[in-house]
Antibody, heavy 123, light 107 residues
């Protein structure tokens, strides 16, 4: 069974950049049916999708965060990453990576999730 | 963005009860809808996709229905493992959005 695991700092200072990595335990990430996504969950905003990446590097981003979010993929390392710039306290959340099962383009349900990693933005 | 509204926010029920959770989309999403279960401290788990297709391994006591703007998740006979929070998610466009969740707790 495929597993995803997030890694990265648990504490980030305001105005700095958050970096998270998701390691994928699978034979390959280069399958046509799946995108790889980042989501987060905070008490105030519930579950929020941040962005997706395809194995080719094609990306889709949440319009409300598009200017601050970058998602990259490295299929040789079986990893994909999240970069979120200019963080504030509002970015404090549990961050999840997930496999996005595509039906058409980057549209579909998230069928496998990482365990999540708590990120706090504080000085 | 397509807004997803769930009701009720909280639902108190007993083991063996039939439970129905509703999700309404702010515009027509056909059947591009998923349901998730989340237990405390855990990641969401996909239960239903395409509004009514049960994921492999999900008990048949769960069922999903609906199309267009109105959807329901039904638990036919509530089991102890089913006390959790449930979320709907639309994927009609390239910006997926979630409902605010329905917490099913013990009456």
């Amino acid at each position: 069974q495929m597993q995803l695991r997030e890694s990265g700092p648990g504490l980030v200072k305001p105005s700095e950049t958050l970096f998270l990595t998701c390691n994928v335990s699978a034979d390959s990430m280069s399958t046509s049916r799946y995108y790889w996504g980042w989501l987060r969950q905070s008490p105030g905003k519930g579950l929020e999708w941040l962005g997706n990446v395809y194995y080719s590097g094609t990306t889709y981003y949440n319009p409300s965060l598009k200017s601050r979010v970058t998602v990259n993929v490295d299929t040789s390392k079986k990893q994909f990453s999240l970069k979120l710039t200019s963080v504030t306290a509002a970015d404090t959340a549990v961050y999840y990576c997930a496999r996005h099962r595509s039906i058409v383009g980057a549209r579909g349900a998230f069928d496998i999730w990482g365990q999540g990693t708590m990120v706090t933005v504080s000085s | 963005d397509i807004q997803m509204t769930q009701s009720p926010p909280t639902l108190s029920a007993s083991v063996g009860d039939r439970v129905t959770i509703t999700c309404r989309a702010s515009q027509n999403i056909d059947t591009f809808l998923a349901w998730y279960q989340q237990r405390p401290g855990r990641a969401p788990k996909l239960l239903v996709s395409d509004a009514s297709t049960l994921e492999s391994g999900v008990p048949s006591t769960f069922s999903g229905s609906g199309s267009g703007t109105d959807f329901t998740l039904t638990i036919r006979s509530l089991q102890p493992d089913d006390f959790a929070t449930y979320y709907c998610q639309q994927y009609s466009d390239y910006s997926p959005t979630f409902g605010q969740g329905t917490k099913v707790d013990i009456k």
